[in-house]
């Protein structure tokens, strides 16, 4: 795992209970032949508050993915507060895209933690760095790695399947 900041992290058995979360939600993505993406958004205190999955194949929506929808479930879960989400923290199932990166950046979530790198569209820190990005007005704590080979192992079978 790699970090991005020397604050206070969650303890390597949260990080990977978050991420065995957005793994689950990832599964459910192959019923509707959508690409497995999960991710999860967890509160201060370590519930779940909103989870999304990747659905652009099903909704032939490219602004669907896991990421947009667990942002935006959290602000309906959290209605009776802000829509910012300041306190929590995002698990994904793999590096988000510029897109999704620009949406954790607006909803002022302060980490971010995945697991597999994205070499092709990543925005935090593999291709671009959107999260970490010193010009804008938020900058995202990034947890990078949490049970990679699991998440990038189902991102292949997925696409082994499809050729």
């Given at each position: 795992?790699?970090t ?11 990080l ?10 990832a599964?459910?993505?192959a019923?509707t ?11 201060p ?5 909103s989870?999304g ?7 032939e ?35 988000p ?27 935090a ?8 990005e010193?010009?804008l007005n ?7 790695g ?16 499809k050729?």
């Open positions: 795992m790699t991005s900041s020397a604050t206070l992290l969650p303890d390597d058995a949260i990977i209970s978050w991420m065995r979360q957005a793994l689950r939600t599964q459910t993505a019923a032949d959508d690409v497995p993406i999960g991710a999860a958004i967890f509160s205190d370590g519930q779940l508050i989870t999955v990747n659905a652009t194949r099903q909704s929506d490219p602004t669907r993915h896991a990421e947009m929808i667990a942002i935006s479930n959290a602000v309906i879960a959290l209605a009776d507060s802000e829509w910012e989400l300041t306190d929590c923290t995002l698990a994904v199932t793999i590096e895209c510029s897109m999704c990166a620009g949406a954790i950046v607006l909803s002022r979530l302060p980490r971010v933690v995945f697991g597999a790198w994205e070499p092709k569209t990543g925005a820190g593999s291709v671009l760095d959107v999260l970490r010193p010009r938020h900058q995202v704590e990034v947890i990078a949490v049970l990679a080979d699991e998440c990038g192992e189902l991102l292949r079978r997925f696409f082994a399947n050729r």
